[in-house]
């Protein structure tokens, strides 16, 4: 489906950019916590598709804020706190973006 998806969006002249986001709970306290998106990443650099994995700055903000949740405890959906980590994800992306746009790399 992502493979589709990612035609689609070539087709109308646009780059797709796809959030790998981790499974809702403190996620360094599994072990192998990083399996999925390693092997979500791996597909997505074989089919040369942008991506952003939040799974370390999630993991990050866990370590600072210790008995904080970022996900609602009733399901799997990010709370404020998560969306929070999301967003600076998406900033850092689109900043090293805009860099490497300006410096014409």
Do not use: C, T
């Not at 360094?28 to 998106?37: A, E, G, M, R, T």
């Not at 689109?94 to 014409?104: A, D, H």
């Amino acid at each position: 489906i992502i493979k589709k998806i990612n035609q689609l969006v070539k087709n109308n002249n646009a780059v797709l950019l796809v959030s790998i986001l981790p499974e809702s709970g403190q996620p360094s306290q599994y072990k192998n916590y990083d399996k999925p998106n390693k092997i979500l990443a791996g597909f997505l650099k074989k089919e040369k598709i942008n991506y952003i994995d939040v799974l370390p700055d999630m993991v990050e903000w866990y370590k600072m804020n210790p008995g904080q949740v970022a996900h609602w405890p009733l399901d799997a959906h990010p709370n404020q706190n998560g969306h929070r980590v999301i967003a600076g994800s998406l900033y850092k992306y689109l900043k090293n973006l805009e860099f490497r746009i300006l410096n014409f790399e």
